[in-house]
């Protein structure tokens, strides 16, 4: 296993972040379907963050993952809001990125980024 920076928010605004990135040999990327939101997710406590189109932050909260799918249809309720990132609230790190339902899928979402077994 190896340890790599990775931008996960490569945004030219304040909000610009990045933080380590497990690669595995072997390892696969998640295809999932719209509105599918993986056990790894439901299992965590979240920090989620919705940013507006121009990757600004306009709302943030903790949230127990069993729980996301109501947060995420309540924050998307918000125009403003164009994506999430889910973090792990605890130890902050980057787990995926949300788009907003019509932009890569007929509805929401869930891109995850190579994360360590």
């Known amino acids: ?8 928010h490569d945004v030219d605004t304040t909000y ?14 998640a295809h999932l379907e ?8 439901r299992s965590r406590l979240l920090s989620i963050r919705g940013y507006d189109a121009s990757g600004m932050l ?4 903790v949230a127990d993952g069993c729980d996301v799918e109501a947060y995420l ?16 609230a605890r130890p ?8 907003r339902a ?3 899928a007929p509805r929401r979402h869930i891109l995850l980024t190579p994360r360590p077994a």
């Open 34 to 41: 719209a509105n599918e939101v993986p056990a790894m997710i």
């Open 102 to 104: 019509g932009r890569i």
């Open 16 to 29: 610009r972040a990045s933080g380590p990135i497990y690669v595995r040999m072997n390892a696969t990327t």
């Open 92 to 99: 902050g790190c980057f787990n995926c990125r949300v788009e």
């Open 1 to 8: 296993m190896l340890l790599f920076p990775f931008v996960h």
């Open 58 to 61: 306009i709302t943030a909260e």
């Open 73 to 88: 249809e309540r924050v998307f309720a918000d125009a403003h809001v164009a994506y999430l990132h889910l973090h792990n």
